[in-house]
């Protein structure tokens, strides 16, 4: 590929925005934001439907999970690979995304911070260090327009416990951008781990790291464990 990958984005609210914003300091030519309001309140290239997009090389995807399975059947039908980062998919939207993989590589990652995926692979190891004794819980917070309770995060938290049954409180307040912690109640003591993401910024420079990399990869389906467990570009 000569020059800097052109990049189009799917969805131009608080992420989409940020990711756009974001391109050229991460060497991808942005293209166009798909942004169905047109509303102009963003001082970048736009268009108002997949449909309308020129040729580009990968597409970042941070909308709604109906957004995320659009931009799967989209990025499929014309080779295009995707990163999506949208939460609260049901398994026929997950669907979606795995029959676009057949075809081009795809990554979804319920949240790109190398530091929450850090904890993440760190909990399986405390569960085995504390024992079934420990109680566990897990807590996430949001801003108030979140969509999705629990978050994907917290899923994904749990999920790498390998316990379906743990309980996750859901909290929305303000503008929070994302918090979680996950808690190991013993006899005599708590134990608390806890990530808080200080700005979106974090989750779209991890979406365009993840993107640069899976321009790399074949068609596929990837998670942040193989694209955080490369060298990347
Ligand atoms: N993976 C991560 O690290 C990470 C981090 C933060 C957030 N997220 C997730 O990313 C997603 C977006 O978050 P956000 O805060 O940016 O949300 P947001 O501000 O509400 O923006 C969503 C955007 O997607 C558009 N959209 C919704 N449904 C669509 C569809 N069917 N087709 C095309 N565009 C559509 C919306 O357009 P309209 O205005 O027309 O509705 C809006 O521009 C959420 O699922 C959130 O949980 C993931």
Known sequence: ????????????????????????????????VVDRQQSGALRLPRVGSLAGLPAVDVLIDFSLPDGAVAAAHWCGAHGVPLVSGTTGLHAAQWEALEQAAAKVPV?????????????RLLLPRLQQLLGTEAKVSLLDVHHVHKQDAPSGTALALRASLGREDLPIESRREGEVVGDHSVRFELPHETLTLQHQAQDRDLFAAGALRAARWLLQQPAGFYGPDQWLGSKGP
């Open 1 to 32: 590929m000569d020059g800097a990958p052109r990049l189009a984005v799917h969805g131009a609210g608080r992420m989409g925005a940020r990711v756009a914003a974001m391109a050229a300091d991460a060497g991808m030519a942005l293209v166009a």
């Open 107 to 119: 990554l979804h990652a319920s949240n790109f911070s190398p530091g929450l995926n850090a904890l």
